[in-house]
C-alpha cells in the first residue's frame, strides 16, 4: 500500500470508529482530508473497498495475543496482560461500526470475526499450555474445549445491545467474566498469584 492510499484508510478508519460506517460518506472523507473527490478515487475506487481496506488494515495491525515479549510473565500474569487489552479495547470501541459492518458488509465482517477467533484461540491456547506447565493452572484442564468456550464468551461481549447499552456495566461485566475464569482454570498457587495481581488492578471477586 502506498503512502497515500494508507493515509486515506487511516484516515476512513478513523472516521468509522468515531460515528459508524453507514454515516461516513466519501464526500465527508475527502472533506476530511482536505482532498477532492477526484484525487480520492484515483486511489480508492468505491466506499467497499475503503471497508475493505481498513478491515484488512485492522487485521494486519492487530496485535492481541501476538505479544512476543511475555517470556519474564508467568501465565496469570500473563493472562492480566490480555484483559487489560481488552478492556482498552472495548473502552475505546465504537460499537456502532461493528454493527454496520455486520449488517452492510456481512463477508467482510465474517472474515474479520474468523480472524478475531483464530486469534483468540491461538493465544489462550498458549496461555494454558504455559499455566499448565507452570503448574498455576489445574493440570486436568480440556485446553482446547476451555478456549473455544472463552472465544465464546469474549464474541459475546461484542453483542452490546443484548448485555447493555452502558459501556461502564459492559466492563464491569468482563470483569466478574475475568474472574470467573481465572477461579476456574487455576491450581491453588495460581489462585495465590490472582489474587495478589488482582489487588493491584482493583479487581473485586
Do not use: W
Amino acid at each position: 500500500m502506498d503512502s497515500k492510499t494508507e493515509e486515506i484508510v487511516n484516515a476512513g478508519c478513523e472516521l468509522f470508529m468515531k460515528y459508524g460506517i453507514k454515516s461516513v460518506s466519501m464526500d465527508d472523507l475527502a472533506s476530511h482530508l482536505a482532498m477532492s473527490k477526484k484525487t480520492l478515487y484515483k486511489y480508492i475506487k468505491d466506499k467497499r473497498q475503503l471497508v475493505e481496506k481498513v478491515v484488512d488494515s485492522l487485521l494486519r495491525n492487530n496485535k492481541f495475543h501476538d505479544n512476543a515479549d511475555t517470556s519474564s510473565l508467568n501465565a496469570v500474569e500473563e493472562y492480566f496482560m490480555i484483559y487489560r487489552q481488552v478492556v482498552n479495547m472495548i473502552s475505546q470501541a465504537n460499537f456502532n461500526a461493528e454493527f454496520d459492518l455486520q449488517k452492510y458488509y456481512p463477508d467482510l465482517y465474517k472474515k474479520m470475526l474468523d480472524t478475531r477467533q483464530m486469534k483468540m484461540m491461538f493465544g489462550l491456547k498458549k496461555n494454558l499450555e504455559k499455566g499448565i506447565s507452570e503448574q498455576l493452572y489445574r493440570q486436568d484442564l480440556d485446553i482446547g474445549v476451555i478456549a473455544k468456550l472463552n472465544v465464546l464468551l469474549g464474541e459475546s461481549m461484542h453483542d452490546y445491545e443484548f448485555l447493555t447499552k452502558n459501556k461502564p456495566e459492559l466492563l464491569h461485566i468482563m470483569k466478574v467474566n475475568f474472574d470467573f475464569y481465572m477461579h476456574g482454570v487455576c491450581a491453588p498457587e495460581g489462585l495465590k498469584e490472582y489474587n495478589k495481581n488482582k489487588e493491584k488492578l482493583n479487581i473485586q471477586s
